[in-house]
């Protein structure tokens, strides 16, 4: 049996949605995005540094969001979600894929960091301003690939969305994605249609 330790609103979201796209059975455990409960004795036996998501799979227990991805992929894929080594579409794959936690998360970090986690006396405006900017250019080149495809790489969803896509998602709740993305807004409305994301975001 698959087992979540998921929060609301944080990476957990794309794990969820994953699961729910291939419709597969799991359980869910909702932990309150808090010390109390992230820091818990118990849960940082899942993950030395209290974090979600974790995924346990019987005797697997695996974190990190794009681990848990690519894991549950290679093992649990009804889809096709990833291109085979052989597919013109393999380096495309693994370039979006890992451009989600290499450009676009770590001004985002930031930001929450500078809006949410800081107390106020804390809080760099100048840097937040900066973090803001960053992550709308980060995401400018994802508005160009959206051009020409109807999910991210292809005209099928694939592994990619559920990690860029995602933080797309967020990019837009944080104001970051200008009315000029035109692709990346459609985008959007198109993710935010399917069900399996709506669980994933409403859970």
């Not at 990833?82 to 370039?95: A, G, H, I």
């Not at 290499?102 to 985002?108: D, F, I, N, Y």
Request: hydrophobic share 40%; glycine share 4%.
């Amino acid at each position: 049996m698959l087992t979540l330790h998921f929060s609301s609103n944080t990476r957990s979201q794309r794990v969820l949605w994953l699961l729910e796209e291939l419709n597969l059975s799991y359980e869910l455990n909702n932990i309150k995005f808090h010390p109390s409960e992230l820091k818990s004795e118990e849960h940082r036996k899942r993950h030395p540094l209290g974090r979600v998501p974790v995924l346990e799979d019987n005797d697997v227990t695996i974190y990190e969001s794009g681990a848990i991805i690519e894991y549950i992929i290679a093992k649990y894929d009804s889809k096709g979600l990833k291109p085979s080594v052989d597919d013109k579409l393999f380096p495309s794959y693994l370039q979006w894929y890992h451009y989600c936690e290499g450009m676009v998360m770590p001004p985002m970090n930031a930001i929450v960091v500078h809006t949410l986690i800081l107390p106020p006396e804390r809080r760099d405006p100048e840097v937040l301003r900066q973090a803001k900017n960053l992550l709308t250019k980060s995401i400018l080149p994802v508005d160009s690939l959206l051009d020409k495809n109807k999910f991210l790489i292809r005209d099928e969803i694939s592994g990619v969305d559920f990690m860029l896509g995602h933080s797309l998602f967020m990019a837009n709740n944080l104001k970051c994605v200008g009315d000029d993305m035109k692709n990346i807004i459609r985008y959007l409305e198109l993710i935010k249609s399917l069900k399996s994301f709506d669980k994933s975001i409403n859970t």
